[in-house]
């Protein structure tokens, strides 16, 4: 059976990037809030399309924290001294501990009745099992193209590619 003809992949842009790892995280979100509303009785979502807005809401939060925290590294850590090196550190501790209590907040303000993420305990496990899940897949996916062949490419082409 002839093997398909492929051309070689072209490069991503920065706004193909972007969309395929937003696409990934709301992915990656949205089964996690589902694994916790299946095994946490506390936290309730009323129903799967529920679970993706929240997961869409708590995916530009998200990145909001991050890009919070990334403006305190660089304001702190231009600076040499061990007194900004304490500052960056509580200013980083502020902002992901109040972000929790955020997060809660607006998911609680935009989806009313129809989510229940259970408190802060709830919403900080929640963020974490998210942020581990991500790095996982992102793992996954890095590792996917480390030495993987193109598709299409037989492993004996491969084989006969490879300097090894």
């Known amino acids: 059976m002839p093997q398909p003809t492929v051309q070689p992949t072209e490069q991503l842009t920065n706004a193909q990037r972007y969309y395929a790892d937003a696409m990934m995280d709301v992915l990656v979100y949205t089964v996690v809030l589902n694994l916790v509303v299946e095994y946490v009785d506390s936290v309730v979502i009323y129903s799967f399309t529920v679970s993706l ?7 530009v939060m998200i990145d909001g924290i991050n890009a919070l925290v990334d403006r305190a590294k660089v304001y702190f850590g231009a600076k040499d001294s061990t007194l900004e090196k304490v500052l960056l550190a509580l200013s ?6 109040g972000s929790k209590v955020v997060i809660l907040l607006v998911v609680q303000i935009i989806f009313e009745e129809d989510v229940d993420l ?13 942020m581990i899940a991500r790095r996982i897949a992102s793992l996954i996916f890095r590792r996917l193209g480390d030495g993987g062949r193109l598709a299409g490419q037989s492993l004996a082409q491969q084989s006969a590619d490879d300097p090894i």
């Open 53 to 59: 807005l929240t997961a869409i809401v708590m995916k």
């Open 92 to 97: 980083s501790w502020a902002i992901m501990f």
């Open 118 to 130: 259970g408190g802060f305990l709830n919403v900080l496990l929640i963020v974490l099992a998210m």
